[in-house]
């Protein structure tokens, strides 16, 4: 008998030894990460990659009975930022592994979630600085490098060309991978490197390492989502003009840094993203060379994990300390409170919100009244012909229970009551996505679907062809009215229309996830927000069927919201400040977008969110980037290595543990409590407990003057109409020319008889030019 190949061999004696013993589930194997802290003691030149990873194998077989040495192999392995593997292993075998003395965590591999022409022309003229500003905002940033870690590219789109762009910086280290329909020629000056990685289907499979000659069928750096295409060209996509999506949105479509170069690393797919790979791509983009590295993933704001066991903190924290400025999507999972995630004090977390532009899609009834529902549908649909109307919950299948064909679940809905009406279906569920909602309403033959969801009404959803309009609670509840109260209701709905000038804007998104941070909130996030709702970048061909209007070809645009959107809004941003200023570190750029935010609307007003209600800092951050203002911020705070490593010791990790991240003989302070978080020099303050009427809480800061020499600074305090007492000392700061550039001072704050609850303000220094702008949040017991 011919032997059987060996990745077959592996799932027959995998499956035997699950299903032939019994096997409990903390026995199952699955893949972890093994982190094993800072590679600084390795040099580059004496690297053997070879003996690291015989090391690594002789700790796996410490673990791994002989008798499954099939499983003896490494998915990842980590040396350029950092040091560590991952691996397949049961619950059992890394909880033994976790004792070994070389090893900081062991955790996991998770699924992490994936999470624009008008927007950089909205955030210039918010600023309310003219474009002939000293730092133009897209200044020549050739030097600059992006790297992505998304879903990958389309490397045709017009966003990605080189027209006029240099020669590749010399100190680029990456590659331009191949793969069956990737070529080395995709690369060029624009778009300088792209990796591919195995997806996490492949990685958890012990068997697609048994044969090294087998690939993935993910395995080229070429975007089949279009997530990753769409956030590259958002961060530095190239100027083109006569973009839009299929007539809407148009203009000039150009990223935040048209210059800058990109480097892009396939870690996702379209269901999610291995952390492993993930860590895996930042350890290459640390190695190749990047300057910034924007990354629009996160987990689940429910399953939220420590410090040391986030993949995306760990190679964070790394890319940190070689100089990498790190900007993460804050997540989708607002509006509720502790909903944010990558919220580690040395990445830039950004929350999303809208810009002066909306897309309508009205709905007009049998009695002439119109609604102004959001949406954007490219239907044939006219005022001239109106159609039957119905609820969702009176054209149930039989036996379905009202609470799912109101809310249009999968099989709810009757196709001989649905056929040719519209159908409204509400949001009570928030289990059943819009998407899956039109599906349902468009398979039961249906002519439309009016969608009632309070939430994300301002959020437009693109439906492609089939009629869609979605509205808030309000609106909703006059048209059901209507439905109930006329005999034979009717309706239509129109395709979508461009609003243009929408006031007020920003607006900060409904679904933007909020602070405080859930694993501490002793720092501040989000750390600012950026335009997130209905972007317009580039986009992968469509294939879906009734995605492409008739008669139009595909459209090489497209409109997406989420804080992914506006993540490499501020990565463009930050890439613009690292052009003008190449010798500034990431901290000092972060502190220059945060202390330059906007907080004010375009009708003057404080800034708001989608109930009406005041925009705090939990919801915002620091405030609306200003990327122009931003470029000559005239104090900044630097944020030190050694001040993230005290962060990880107040927040309670061992000394031992500390000094294997950090590669040094680091110190912990003698008394390492989380409420010191506060006093690290964060361009913001968070008090996570002001105990009442006890005692006074004083934070102490340090700037640096990156503005003129001589400059007199006078503190203004924007301080809660309530009982807490807050004082600034000294009250000005001076520098000279023959005097330090750096100064000090203190926040102190006192509660008086306040109420219960987060209080939020601001000092404000002011040289007469530049307002530099500290947000606090303070946290009254």
């Known amino acids: 008998m011919a032997s059987l190949p060996p990745y077959l061999l592996i799932?027959?004696?995998?499956?035997?030894?699950?299903?032939?013993?019994?096997?409990?589930?903390?026995?199952?194997?699955?893949?972890?990460?093994?982190?094993?802290?800072?590679?600084?003691?390795?040099?580059?030149?004496?690297?053997?990659?070879?003996?690291?990873?015989?090391?690594?194998?002789?700790?796996?077989?410490?673990?791994?009975?002989?008798?499954?040495?099939?499983?003896l192999s490494l998915v990842h392995t980590y040396n350029h930022g950092f040091k560590g593997f991952s691996a397949v292993l049961t619950e059992k075998e890394a909880a033994v592994l976790s004792d070994h003395g070389e090893i900081v965590s062991i955790f996991a591999d998770t699924t992490l979630e994936l999470h624009t022409t008008r927007?950089?022309?909205?955030?210039?003229?918010?600023?309310?600085?003219?474009?002939?500003?000293?730092?133009?905002?897209?200044?020549?940033?050739?030097?600059?490098?992006?790297?992505?870690?998304?879903?990958?590219?389309?490397?045709?789109?017009?966003?990605?060309?080189?027209?006029?762009?240099?020669?590749?910086?010399s100190?680029?280290?990456?590659?331009?991978?191949?793969?069956?329909?990737?070529?080395?020629?995709?690369?060029?000056?624009?778009?300088?490197?792209a990796r591919y990685y195995d997806t996490r289907e492949d990685m958890i499979k012990p068997e697609s390492k048994a044969n090294k000659t087998l690939k993935s069928h993910t395995g080229s750096p070429r975007d089949s989502v279009g997530h990753g295409t769409h956030t590259a060209s958002t961060a530095a996509g190239a100027m083109v003009t006569n973009a839009s999506y299929y007539g809407l949105g148009h203009g000039t479509a150009k990223g935040g840094s048209p210059s800058s170069r990109l480097a892009i690393y396939k870690a996702c797919s379209v269901g999610g993203c291995s952390g492993a790979t993930i860590l895996k791509a930042m350890d290459d983009a640390i190695k190749d060379g990047v300057d910034i590295i924007s990354i629009s993933i996160g987990v689940n704001s429910i399953i939220q994990s420590d410090f040391l066991n986030d993949?995306?903190?760990?190679?964070?924290?790394?890319?940190?300390?070689?100089?990498?400025?790190?900007?993460?999507?804050?997540?989708?999972?607002?509006?509720?409170?502790f909903t944010v995630v990558n919220s580690a004090p040395w990445i830039m977390t950004v929350a999303a919100s809208n810009i002066d532009r909306a897309f309508l899609s009205n709905v007009v009834l049998g009695n002439g009244q119109i609604y102004h529902g959001s949406g954007i549908n490219f239907s044939n649909l006219t005022r001239s012909k109106a159609y039957p109307i119905a609820f969702g919950g009176d054209v149930a299948s039989t036996m379905t229970p009202l609470s799912e064909s109101s809310n249009c679940y999968p099989g709810s809905l009757d196709m001989k009551k649905t056929a040719g009406k519209i159908i409204v279906c509400v949001n009570t569920d928030p289990m059943v996505s819009r998407r899956i909602k039109k599906l349902v309403v468009e398979s039961a033959h249906a002519k439309g679907i009016i969608l009632i969801n309070e939430a994300e009404k301002g959020e437009p959803f693109d439906s492609g062809v089939f009629p869609f309009s979605e509205m808030g609670d309000a609106d909703g509840a006059e048209i059901l009215r209507y439905i109930n109260t006329t005999k034979n209701p009717t309706a239509t709905i129109l395709p979508t229309i461009e609003v243009p000038n929408v006031k007020p804007a920003p607006v900060v998104a409904s679904f933007s996830s909020r602070g405080p941070g859930g694993l501490t909130e002793t720092i501040l996030k989000p750390d600012v927000a950026a335009p997130g709702v209905a972007i317009l970048a580039a986009m992968i061909p469509p294939t879906e069927k009734g995605s492409v209007p008739p008669g139009k070809r595909p459209s090489k645009f497209?409109?997406?919201?989420?804080?992914?959107?506006?993540?490499?809004?501020?990565?463009?941003?930050?890439?613009?400040?690292?052009?003008?200023?190449?010798?500034?570190?990431?901290?000092?750029?972060?502190?220059?977008?945060?202390?330059?935010?906007?907080?004010?609307?375009?009708?003057?007003?404080?800034?708001?969110?989608?109930?009406?209600?005041?925009?705090?800092?939990?919801?915002?951050?620091?405030?609306?980037?200003?990327?122009?203002?931003?470029?000559?911020?005239?104090?900044?705070?630097e944020t030190t290595t050694k001040d993230y490593l005290h962060f990880l010791c107040y927040y309670g990790y061992k000394q031992k543990i500390i000094r294997s991240i950090s590669g040094t003989n680091f110190t912990c302070p003698t008394n390492s409590l989380e409420e010191f978080i506060s006093d690290i020099n964060y361009p913001s303050i968070s008090i996570s407990k002001l105990e009442g009427h006890r005692t006074v809480r004083t934070i102490t800061r340090t700037v640096t003057n990156v503005g003129q020499k001589n400059a007199t600074y006078v503190a203004k305090l924007d301080s809660p109409r309530s009982g807490l007492i807050i004082k600034v000392s000294p009250e000005k700061l001076v520098f000279t020319d023959e005097g330090s550039r750096t100064a000090s001072f203190k926040v102190s704050f006192y509660d008086k008889g306040s109420t219960k609850g987060y209080k939020f303000g601001s000092v404000t220094w002011s040289d007469q030019v530049h307002f530099v702008r500290i947000v606090f949040a303070v946290n009254v017991a």
């Open 11 to 71: 799932i027959f004696s995998l499956n035997c030894f699950i299903f032939c013993h019994g096997v409990t589930a903390n026995q199952i194997p699955k893949a972890y990460v093994v982190y094993m802290g800072s590679s600084n003691s390795i040099s580059s030149e004496v690297f053997d990659v070879e003996a690291t990873e015989s090391s690594h194998l002789k700790l796996l077989s410490s673990v791994i009975p002989s008798q499954e040495s099939e499983r």
């Open 311 to 337: 993949p995306i903190a760990i190679g964070a924290f790394h890319a940190n300390e070689k100089g990498i400025m790190v900007v993460c999507a804050g997540g989708n999972d607002g509006p509720d409170p």
């Open 558 to 637: 497209a409109i997406k919201s989420g804080t992914s959107m506006a993540c490499p809004h501020v990565a463009g941003a930050a890439a613009s400040i690292k052009s003008v200023h190449p010798d500034w570190s990431t901290s000092m750029i972060k502190s220059a977008l945060m202390t330059t935010a906007i907080t004010s609307n375009n009708i003057g007003k404080p800034l708001t969110n989608t109930s009406n209600a005041l925009a705090s800092p939990l919801d915002m951050g620091a405030g609306e980037m200003s990327p122009l203002r931003s470029l000559n911020p005239g104090l900044v705070f």
């Open 171 to 193: 100190r680029w280290k990456g590659i331009c991978m191949e793969g069956s329909d990737f070529k080395k020629s995709d690369c060029n000056r624009k778009l300088i490197g």
């Open 119 to 169: 927007s950089w022309d909205f955030l210039e003229s918010e600023s309310g600085i003219q474009s002939n500003h000293q730092y133009p905002l897209h200044a020549s940033g050739e030097d600059v490098i992006i790297g992505i870690i998304d879903t990958g590219i389309w490397p045709e789109s017009p966003s990605f060309n080189d027209h006029g762009i240099g020669k590749i910086p």
